[in-house]
């Protein structure tokens, strides 16, 4: 299972990087095995106000249906529409490509709360 | 939980196991598209061992068996299958399956969830001079199925198999074991089910894999999540999904597995009377706009008003839209009828077609 040293992340599966006050976001490798088979997302709409926590959208695998968090609060700058038509880059490349929403956060507080990669690690252990 | 012959040929292959009808079985190994993929283009192989086998011999066997179920037993030659159902008194289903009728016995493949249910209820209806043997674990079963399974099998054997035809069955030697190989599936491509003694189970396994993979088959183990989509992309109902004990042939569509013309069967009256007072509701293919996938439960609407359930849904690998069975009330039933279901409060449009939704299998009929 793939974790990157230089993003952050969260008990949700979610990974955080962050660059100069925006973040972008998306789902870890952990996350997109154990979804497997992704044949949707529903995005949310660009300059939308998300809150920590909050769902902001839906991934939908041949499974299962999965709400997408949003890992810090702010302003949805951007969304990949790339995932509209292949919503497989998510499985295929969680990290670059299939990511899913670039955010302007509004309480860099709150980047605190984040896991490193190491305290991630600990947290799918667990769930392994 | 109880697992199959080939348990550790699933660990071995990466998959990815879950509980199904009280046994550990692999959902997937890499990839459901990918295994789907494999099945409409070339050869998968699946593990159904978990499914029951129940045997029924003696002198009355025949006359015991056209009772329990619908279909018409005493058309079948030796080494012939059947598709059948087992009806309730009040003509709810009390399971679908395979009837073979073999040299020594009629054989029932019953769905491994119904397996304890089944045999309780054949047990209860005994009658005659008959023996009854559930002989679930001495069985083993794999599926071979996919366009490229008969040159497959045919490399195996070292002999042509192709005059076996859709719905029959023999017994070969695989690897000096005696197994029968019957021209049967649940995916709408042209395939094989192979039955044997559980013990040598593994070994055919092996025999199958190694042999694909150095063929130009790239024979592909798959899963239960393929399963399930190759058999809704044909518009096979699933027991407990599609059918159940609240629904009956006739609303299920199922009523050319219903012999009403044969002697007396358990829920003929009852099928009878709903055929002459007709139907309220009907199990239908349904094709839906976008991505999303219509699930188990979601309500369909006609005008905004509620007229039936989803039964079994997926996004179509083969087809790329998605598509669902599900009862709806008469006469929303009829083809083309514009219905809508609400997945997450959106309203998504979607018709009524007609089954099955894949077209172009290369199941020989």
Same mark, same amino acid.
């Given at each position: ?10 008990? %949700? ?36 106000? /998300? ?25 949805? /700058?951007? /969304? %990949? ?9 998510? %499985? ?37 | ?10 660990? *071995? ?55 329990? $179920?619908?279909?018409?037993?005493? @058309? ?8 059948? $159902? ?24 019953? @769905? ?12 209860? @209806? ?46 070969? *030697? ?27 189970? @593994? ?81 239908v293919g349904m ?17 905004? *008003? *509620? ?21 709806v009330?008469?006469?929303f039933h009829k083809v083309g009828t514009?219905i ?10 979607g018709d009524v077609l ?12």
């Open positions: 299972m793939k974790i990157l040293d230089e993003l952050f992340y969260t008990e %949700n599966h979610e990974w955080i990087r962050q660059e100069n006050g925006e973040i972008v976001e998306g789902i870890t490798d952990y996350a997109q095995s154990e979804l497997s088979d992704i044949v949707y997302i529903e995005l949310p709409e660009e300059g939308v106000e /998300v809150h920590k926590g909050e769902a902001i959208g839906t991934i939908e695998a041949v499974k299962t249906v999965s709400d997408l968090y949003t890992a810090l609060s702010g302003k949805i /700058v951007e /969304v %990949n529409r790339e995932l509209e038509d292949h919503p497989d880059l998510i %499985n295929k490349d969680p990290y670059d490509a299939g990511w899913i929403v670039r955010i302007k956060i509004s309480d860099p507080e709150e980047l605190k709360d984040l896991l490193d990669a190491e305290e991630y690690k600990g947290i799918i252990e667990r769930e392994e | 939980m109880k697992k199959t012959p080939f348990y550790e040929k699933h660990i *071995e292959f990466n998959g990815k196991m879950v509980d199904f009808a009280g046994f550990k079985m692999p959902i997937q190994y890499s990839s459901i598209i990918n295994e789907v993929k494999a099945v409409r283009e070339r050869v998968g192989l699946f593990d159904v061992s978990h499914m029951g086998e129940i045997e029924i011999s003696g002198k009355d066997a025949l006359d015991f068996v056209n009772w329990v $179920t619908t279909n018409d037993v005493s @058309n079948l030659n030796v080494w012939q299958a059947q598709y059948t $159902t087992m009806l309730y008194p009040d003509g709810g289903i009390v399971d679908d399956f395979l009837i073979y009728r073999l040299p020594e016995c009629y054989l029932l493949v019953v @769905n491994a969830s119904n397996q304890d249910k089944d045999f309780e209820w054949i047990m209860k @209806n005994e009658k005659g001079d008959i023996e009854i043997r559930n002989r679930s674990d001495n069985y083993f079963q794999l599926a071979l199925q996919g366009p490229l399974s008969e040159s497959l099998i045919n490399q195996i054997l070292k002999k042509d198999i192709s005059n076996l035809r859709f719905y029959w069955a023999k017994e070969e *030697e695989i690897g000096g074991c005696k197994v029968i190989i019957s021209r049967t599936g649940y995916t709408g491509e042209d395939g094989f089910e192979i039955y044997g003694d559980a013990q040598v189970g @593994n070994k055919i396994w092996d025999l199958l894999m190694e042999t694909g993979e150095a063929s130009e088959t790239h024979i592909t183990p798959c899963g239960l999540g393929a399963r399930d989509i190759l058999r809704l992309e044909m518009g096979y109902c699933l027991y407990g999904n599609d059918i159940t004990k609240e629904t009956t042939p006739l609303e299920a569509g199922l009523i050319w597995l219903v012999k009403m013309d044969k002697l007396d069967f358990i829920g003929k009256e009852a099928l009878a009377k709903q055929q002459k007072e007709g139907i309220t509701r009907k199990l094709k839906f706009e976008g991505r999303a996938i219509p699930r188990h439960g979601y309500a369909i609407y006609k005008d905004g *008003e *509620e007229i039936g359930l989803i039964t079994s849904g997926c996004h179509s690998p083969t087809l790329n839209y998605p598509v669902a069975m599900g009862y009330k008469k006469p514009n809508e279901i609400e997945i997450r409060e959106k309203m998504i449009d007609t089954l099955p939704f894949w077209k172009n299998g290369t199941l020989k009929r």
